[in-house]
């Protein structure tokens, strides 16, 4: 089951990001969180004491590098395994093998890369085999494992969370290329550092992305004849001009970005929305996450003003992941456009901002007898639930009960405004307190 390049395969000319995988923790760029001295990852590999994990994280942060440096320093038998190319068949006949390893005393290792696009069954099939002992499952994701693995799966395994790289991890692995001989080494490359933290800045985090994007530049670069390239400052921007909008997700830029959207819509500005919104797209920003805002923005400035504005973002949002980019641009700029015409109410926002300061320094309020069920004849006997009015049942469908705790009673957290379909509701609301406290027992 090892995944091991023929003759052929390894004289065969590979990606510079290939040729340049570590092969040791002390050639790994990045993750010092985990991987620094004395912390907690670097241990378990260097002492050999690997159990269950699974390492999260976006592309090109190291995540099947991590697994094959293990599959180096273990004396575990090691399997690489694929969830794109695998089935339940497959994953039987790994599981046979680890069985027999284990009768044997040998542990075997299972490195399962893109474990998120294994269905629940296929990640059932290994459950068993974990709890035996039999295998170590050490799996890779790039989506939240908290959705994607089956919970008895996940609490099994420890996640470790893998971060974007800096640009100066970054860099220094790009200079790495150009000199090693895995790399660049014998080519006898000049390329400016400065153009280095270009393409570090244009990668995202992302070595493979920036490995490749070296690797384009110095294939193209000026050849002199005596075996020396120069990459030039042109060279870079046409490697890069594909994505030369894009900036760092994580920093600055990327929340200013999100912020100048956000506050055109509402400050009712449609034009300065979609520009803010085109801006974001076309630097390559994930339309999910644009959606998402939006979707926010919806309850949080507009609420119950217009509750169509919350069906229409999410509306957006199914549409963005159902067809992606660059189609579902237009769905998102209905969903802007429509939010930032909408009336504005931050009621709710209000009301859960105020509600939460409460529910934080009065943690132990008790719930009412009134309103507690009583499943038992304890709870009976104890009167819970004694008084209860069952509102459906009282003509006009309202009861004069204490729903909230005694300490609390009186307490207004919703304070509906009277801007658009609100104002209706802000005269419901007023109907209702008038009706209780006429009715006060």
Known sequence: MYDQPTFFEREAAQPLAARLRPRTLAEFVGQKHLLGEGKILRRLIEEDKIGSMIFWGPPGVGKTTLARIIANCTKSAFIDFSAVTSGIKEIKQVMEQAEKNRRFGERTILFVDEIHRFNKAQQDAFLPFVEKGSIVLIGATTENPSFEVNGALLSRCKVFVLQALGTEELVSLLKRAVEDERGFGNMRVK???????????????????????LEMAVLNGEADGQGRVTVTQETVEQCTQKKSLLYDKTGEEHYNLISALHKSMRNSDPDAAVYWLARMLEAGEDPLYIARR???????????????????????????????????????????????????????????ESAKRDAL??????????????PTKLMKELEYGKGYKYAHSEKDKLTSMQCLPDSLAGREYYRPTEEGLEAKYKARLEEIKRWKKEHEE
């Open 191 to 213: 390329i400016a550092d400065e153009l280095l933290a270009q393409i570090a800045e244009f990668a995202n985090g992302d070595a493979r992305s920036a490995l490749s994007t």
């Open 294 to 352: 939006v979707t926010r923005f919806a309850s949080e400035d507009v609420g119950l003003a217009d509750p169509r504005a919350l069906e229409i973002a999410v509306a957006a949002y199914q549409a963005c992941h159902f067809i992606g980019m660059p189609e579902c641009s237009v769905h998102l700029t209905e969903a802007v456009t429509y939010l930032s015409l909408a009336p504005k109410s931050n009621a709710l926002y209000l009301a859960y």
């Open 361 to 374: 320094t009065m943690l132990a309020e008790p719930v009412p007898l009134i309103i507690r069920n009583a």
